[in-house]
């Protein structure tokens, strides 16, 4: 069986680290310590409601920059620091990713950490970005001979060395937008991170990523699908569509306010109607406060086939994007829920229904001191960018291997100027 690279391995030093989930509802920042041993502990945490995006991409540089500024604030008083640069998320931008593969010659020779050099700038020659940016691109499988399986090919003999490589892509112009708005706010870009990939280093436990496991991130405007296998990340995509879809059309269905509507979706909302539903009245105040509109009454079963009306478009582009993925087959029955979108009441059976899979909503872990308002599945994607923050990720794109070569700039110092000549 194919050997896997881990996620992400710990470096040495402790520093602070500091990240922003710049998402369709709201903003979280984070600030924590990464040490030499164990997990990074959190010391701050923020956030404001944002209405400065739609789907994930800023539409509002005003709204985003004051609710970026606000939550970091929160998080730099209570951590008694004060933050310059910063790791954040993105889930927009047409996210996709694919898989580039390469291979060298050894001539039946010892491999050495130069031909690991040689063959990871062959790789990264490969990478097209299509006019895009890259944002990961993440050594997948090494390959002797044409046999994939080594987590570490050094000092195996071979005539043939190959290796693929998980680039995940995003277009360039959202992304300038979402550094004007970080910029704007006086924070600097260190690192940018698929939302997908945060959300897994998250949750996703390390024997579900062996067996083949996809994640499924349900936030407010964008739904995003990661799927591991053999231990590895080997696709990510992204839908425009979450629960604020949902949301929006409980307010459309009985027109009420869609502050209204959200309580409704969250307090009487179901992905599955149960006998009850169809008895129980739910009272839907009017759109207008005048005192002449009689408030509504509706069985909330009628409020729950809105509700899945909205999660059968959803899961029809999940299934779409889990078999364009290659998510199929007996290695690949699990998924995760995670988002704020998971919370939704019985939404785990409706997608083990749906979708045939056996399924978990997924919670962020493996930080030490996350508060309990920040531990719900809307917090995976802030969580998983502390995780990536905290930890040394390969990526053959921004840790160029030339690094030994390059006079004093260090593996972040080519990330930061590699994000820079792409923005
Ligand atoms: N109990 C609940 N039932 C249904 N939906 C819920 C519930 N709680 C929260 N949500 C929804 O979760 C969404 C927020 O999720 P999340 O914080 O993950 O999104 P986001 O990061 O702001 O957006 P995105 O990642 O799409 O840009 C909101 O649309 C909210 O209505
Ligand atoms: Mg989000």
């Known amino acids: 069986m194919a050997r ?51 789907r994930g991409l800023v539409t509002d540089f005003e709204k985003t920059e004051a609710a970026i500024r606000g939550a970091m604030d929160q998080a730099e008083r209570a951590a008694g620091v004060q933050i310059e640069f910063v790791h954040a998320s993105i889930s927009a931008g047409n996210l996709r990713s694919s898989v580039v593969s390469s291979e060298i010659d050894i001539a039946g020779a010892g491999i050495t950490a130069a031909d690991m050099d040689s063959l990871r700038a062959a790789g990264r020659a490969r990478i097209d970005p299509g006019g895009g940016t890259v944002v990961h691109a993440q050594p997948a499988l090494y390959a002797l001979d044409g046999q994939a399986g080594v987590e570490d090919p050094v000092g195996f003999h071979a005539d043939r060395l190959g290796m693929d490589i998980h680039v995940v892509t995003v277009d360039t112009p959202p992304l300038k937008n979402l550094d004007r708005a970080i910029k704007t706010a006086h924070l600097g870009l260190k690192g940018l991170v698929a939302s997908p990939l945060a959300a897994s280093l998250a949750v996703l436990e390390r024997e579900e990523r062996e067996l083949g496991v996809a994640l499924i991130e349900i936030g407010a405007g964008v739904t995003t699908i990661a799927v591991h296998s053999m231990g590895v990340l080997v696709g990510v995509a992204a839908i425009p569509m979450g629960a604020q879809d949902i949301t929006n059309d409980i307010a459309a269905a009985f ?18 109607a149960v006998n009850k539903d169809n008895h129980e009245a739910v009272e839907i105040p009017p759109m207008t406060d005048d005192g002449l509109a009689e408030p509504m009454r509706v069985p909330r079963a009628q409020i729950i086939g809105v509700i899945r009306h909205r999660l059968d478009l959803i899961f029809h582009h999940v299934a779409i994007g889990l078999d364009t993925l290659g998510f199929t087959g007996p290695q690949a029955r699990q998924l995760v829920l995670t988002g704020g979108g998971a919370e939704l009441r019985s939404l785990p059976d409706f997608v083990a229904g749906a979708l045939g899979r056996n399924v978990r909503i997924g919670r962020p872990r493996g930080l030490t001191g996350l508060p309990p308002a920040q531990g719900g599945p809307a917090f995976a994607t802030l969580a998983g960018l ?20 390059a006079p004093g700039g260090g593996r972040l110092a080519q990330m930061i100027e590699k994000l820079k000549g792409s923005l």
């Open 386 to 405: 502390a995780l990536y923050a905290a930890a040394d990720v390969p990526d053959i794109w921004y840790h160029a291997p030339v690094a030994k070569a």
């Open 4 to 54: 896997k690279l881990p996620l992400v391995a710990k470096p040495a030093a402790e520093r602070t680290i500091a990240v922003l989930d710049i998402g369709t509802s709201k903003v979280a920042a984070l600030i924590a310590i990464a040490g030499a041993d164990g997990e990074p502990r959190v010391i701050g945490v923020g956030q404001k409601p944002c209405a400065g995006l739609k």
């Open 255 to 272: 027109a009420c306010r869609r502050a209204v509507a959200e309580r409704l979706k969250a307090l009487e909302g179901a992905a599955i």
